[in-house]
């Protein structure tokens, strides 16, 4: 009788264990047929706006003058206007016949064409009508993709893979982010009312701003201009960007084409984004104008303020990316040949110019010699040539790990720099001076060792292809000197222990921290970017880069189709009893719940016997 039970009893579990094993299953079919359906539909219904055909605007209309039309006319007759030399840095051929400088009265004419435009159209669009011209600016994007990878490598120097990382996908994957998830963080957000206002409702409203000016760096000529203007297009505002005097020829050439384009296609006058070309007059003219609702700034911290004491004449809001000097942490517990690899990749990268490039590592004592050596192998071991600009694969004498130097003054100045940590005691293990072998503006991969924090290697942004490595002891010592300048950009931290990791990155001072990575944080479009101390402040990038391009304002309404009159104790003539009838409410809602009894009998009798 009891082996019978026994059987019943372990069939039962069996059967028991069955459904539940059966029923994951059916849950994990249902969840992924659902997901899937999901994403169809998305796929064809949740961009159907796209489907209603529009008449694309009449450019007989427009009232500016194209960029590369106006530069073709201004060269016959340019009126002591400064001229823009265009070369290749990898080359030094001349990519063009110099390009007119703007000047001041250019750049107002433009703002002033970029105000109107808002105020008659653009301000208003609707969110579907901005999606249409993201899409369409990102189906140019894709046809055009390998004419913007070349013109930005010759334009610059960079190398073909870093062209296509760093301008086309960084770009493509801010579009797909805004169109797929900025809607919801511009909506009008619902905000908490207290009790004695719960007839009201209160939220937050995201409108445009108006005109917003820009004035982006030459690292990255298409993706920081056209991230920059597509955030503002997305936030209803009309753009007029500068483009840097080092990276001119391609924003001529294509890239203000690219968007007045999709402009134009969808609808609307190219005249919303107008591009500026020119020196300090026209960046200054842009930021003191008072036309111009937002200045938008990605540059060196001197430049930085000259742009903002520019904008104080207006007291124009500014948002400023000055740069850093980025800590690259490696523990002892690290992985030594990921930290190693990816170490490398975060100093040279774009042959270092970037702001978020690693130019400090700090290495604990326990495996410095081993980081070091394998450090110097791969750097002695890369290659460095001009760039094959082409759109197929290259072969391997073809192919280039560093680019060049885009500024022509940067060889000279990093060099400077080397030698001053060389005679402070550094040691100089490869490269630290000009690649000679090469025409254009190299400049050798470097790594330093033996270097302290109070070098001017250490302390001061070198902006080129510097491995700089300090040695450290304990935690607290890395923090303190990981925070030992006056830069506070992003930092990054190699460990195999999470917790540890996190608590030496919740501890420095930076406006991004990544744990065992680099660089993919500006991927996720969903996370701000920006600094803290000299690298400057404001966001761009997530939730609070769009809003920052609004204006964020506070909205009160009824909650109740009907309108509940103020309290007579709150209109004129006052009461004589009013005072005491607010204090006894003050100590009835605030007060301990001890006194409220009182406190309500007190409200009572004010409001009975006006006492």
Request: a neutral charge; charged letters at 20%; hydrophobic letters at 40%.
């Amino acid at each position: 009788m009891s082996q019978c039970s026994a059987n019943n009893n372990g069939g039962l579990i069996s059967f028991l264990q069955m459904d539940v094993l059966s029923a994951g299953i059916y849950l994990f079919y249902a969840f992924t047929t659902y997901y899937i359906a999901r994403f169809i539909y998305n796929l064809i219904f949740g961009q159907s706006f796209m489907w209603k055909p529009v008449k694309s605007f009449d450019v007989s209309k427009r009232e500016s003058t194209p960029l590369n039309k106006w530069v073709e006319e201004t060269r016959k007759n340019p009126q002591g206007r400064q001229m823009i030399e265009c070369t290749n840095p990898g080359t030094g051929e001349t990519l063009c016949a110099p390009i007119p400088a703007m000047n001041a009265k250019d750049v107002e004419d433009r703002i002033v064409l970029a105000k109107k435009v808002f105020e008659q159209s653009w301000g208003k669009t609707t969110f579907e009508q901005r999606k249409r011209v993201l899409l369409t600016l990102l189906d140019n994007i894709l046809k055009h993709k390998h004419q913007i990878v070349a013109l930005s490598c010759k334009d610059t120097g960079k190398t073909l893979l870093e062209a296509h990382l760093g301008e086309v996908v960084m770009t493509c994957e801010k579009i797909r982010w805004l169109v797929t998830r900025g809607e919801q963080f511009l909506s009008p957000e619902n905000r908490h009312v207290p009790l004695m206002m719960i007839y009201k409702l209160a939220e937050i409203r995201y409108l445009p701003l108006g005109v917003i000016g820009m004035i982006v760096p030459w690292n990255y000529p298409f993706q920081n201009a056209i991230g920059a203007i597509i955030a503002a297009l997305f936030t209803g505002n009309s753009v007029v960007i500068k483009v840097s005097e080092w990276a001119t020829w391609s924003s001529v050439e294509l890239y203000e084409q690219l968007v007045q384009d999709a402009l134009i296609k969808s609808g609307f006058s190219p005249d919303i984004v107008q591009f500026v070309v020119g020196f300090g007059e026209a960046g200054n003219a842009l930021s003191k104008s008072k036309n111009v609702n937002h200045v938008f700034f990605i540059g060196s911290p001197e430049v930085g303020k000259r742009v903002m004491q520019a904008a104080c004449e207006n007291l124009t809001p500014v948002t400023l990316e000055l740069g850093g000097k980025d800590p690259f942490i490696v523990c002892d517990d690290a992985d030594i040949d990921m930290a190693v690899d990816v170490g490398v990749r975060s100093a040279l990268y774009n042959c270092g110019q970037n702001c978020v490039a690693s130019e400090r590592f700090y290495v604990h004592e326990k495996v410095y010699d081993e980081f070091i050596k394998k450090t110097v192998d791969i750097v002695k071991n890369l290659r460095q040539r001009p760039t094959c600009v082409k759109d197929t694969v290259l072969t391997e004498d073809e192919v280039s790990d560093i680019g060049a130097m885009t500024m022509s003054t940067s060889i000279e100045r990093i060099e400077k720099v080397i030698q001053e940590a060389v005679k402070q005691g550094a040691k100089l293990l490869c490269g630290g001076k000009r690649n000679t072998k090469l025409k254009g503006q190299f400049l050798e991969p470097t790594v330093l060792v033996d270097v302290t924090n109070d070098m001017g290697v250490v302390q001061d942004e070198v902006f080129g292809p510097v491995v700089t490595i300090v040695k450290w002891k304990t935690d607290e010592e890395v923090v303190k000197l990981a925070n030992g300048t006056c830069y506070g950009l992003g930092s990054y931290v190699f460990s195999n222990n999470p917790k540890r990791a996190e608590k030496i990155g919740d501890q420095l001072v930076s406006g991004l921290t990544m744990i065992n990575d680099y660089g993919v944080s500006y991927l996720i479009q969903d996370l701000p970017f920006g600094g803290v101390k000299v690298s400057g402040f404001g966001r761009f990038n997530g939730p609070e880069g769009l809003r920052a391009f609004c204006v964020q304002k506070s909205f009160v309404k009824n909650r109740f189709p009907f309108s509940i009159p103020p309290p007579k104790v709150m209109r004129y003539p006052t009461e004589t009893y009013g005072h005491m009838l607010v204090a006894h409410f003050v100590d009835f809602l605030y007060g301990p719940w001890s006194g409220k009894p009182l406190a309500l009998l007190n409200l009572l009798r004010a409001v009975v016997l006006k006492k």
